[in-house]
């Protein structure tokens, strides 16, 4: 097995991290080939950033919503954050398959204009240019040269331009319109995420019925709107937690939680620490993130 992977942090515990600081921020990218070889990887609870790969060679085993498929070469495939990830092979056939981990507020945006919103795998066929995106994000995460994070987002972003351009010809303008609609909401909770919000006022939004909005929404993120706002407020209370020195109170109040003990208990389930503890790693400067 031929095997290569660069990080711009540690993951030693491979759960990656979700730094909404940035735009779009690549946490690790990498290949793997194998060669008559069996495996298979499961993480039960997902991980904490976005996971993209790009089988260029061979079949590729994958579980989505519990549901078993076989990918032919030149797909691609996407589990969100907190997704159960199951994908491999079982066939004793040569494969080789790109993939990249990644964070940033604007991911949501990126996937929806390029197609990875509903399709959370799709085939648009076998090719060296989209490759060698995969390759140069590789350098930039080896490399580590001044501004290699935002040279390696580029290369992602420019991989999405990619792949909206071979997904144009099956696109079909009504459900844009719908499309278009549903990132209107997101947008809205981007913006007022501290603020109540309520399914209601998000149809609204969509011009949808609630019933309608929610099913498409969750289609979109795969997430209900009040899980993906919850999920949305505590990755910001976790940069705040980072990178101020905000009280908890007062972080708990800014992203949109009133009562602190429910915001405790809601960023331990999440996190696996409560907030202070959380914070305390950053404090004692062992970096990374979880």
């Known amino acids: 097995m031929d095997y290569v992977s660069f990080y711009r942090i540690p993951d030693d515990d491979d759960q990656g991290c979700s730094d909404t600081s940035w735009h779009l921020l690549l946490n690790s990218a990498g290949y793997y080939k194998f060669e008559s070889y069996f495996r298979m990887t499961h993480r039960r609870r997902g991980r904490k950033d976005f996971y ?5 060679d061979g079949p590729m085993t994958i579980y989505l919503k519990g549901e078993k498929r076989v990918l032919e070469p030149g797909s691609f495939f996407l589990y969100r954050p907190s997704e159960e990830q199951h994908y491999g092979h079982y066939l004793e056939q040569e494969f080789l398959a790109y993939w990249v981990h990644f964070t940033g507020y604007g991911a949501e945006e990126l996937l929806y204009r390029t197609g990875l919103t509903e399709n959370n795998a799709l085939r648009i066929g076998a090719s060296d240019p989209i490759a060698s995106q995969f390759e ?4 930039e995460l080896r490399d580590k040269k001044p501004g290699y994070e935002l040279a390696s987002a580029s290369h992602l972003s420019y991989l999405f331009a990619m792949i909206s351009r071979q997904l144009e010809r ?13 990132y ?5 909770i981007h913006t007022h995420y501290a603020e109540d919000i309520y399914v ?11 019933d309608r909005f929610t099913t498409l929404f969750k289609r979109m993120t795969a997430a209900t709107p009040q899980q993906y706002i919850l999920r949305f407020r505590l990755q910001r209370a976790s940069e705040l937690l980072k990178r101020t020195s905000l009280n908890i109170q007062q972080i708990a109040s800014v992203t949109g939680f009133e009562d602190q003990l429910y915001f405790s208990r809601m960023f331990k389930k999440a996190y696996l620490q409560t907030p202070s503890e959380y914070r305390s790693r950053f404090d004692e400067g062992e970096g990374g993130d979880l």
Not at 170 to 182: K, P, R, T
């Open 52 to 56: 993209l790969s790009y089988n260029h």
């Open 136 to 139: 140069a994000m590789m350098d």
């Open 170 to 182: 099956s696109s079909h303008a009504g459900d844009g319109m719908i499309h278009s609609d549903i």
């Open 184 to 188: 209107t909401s997101l947008q809205y």
């Open 200 to 210: 209601k006022q998000l149809a609204d939004l969509a011009h949808l019925s609630a």
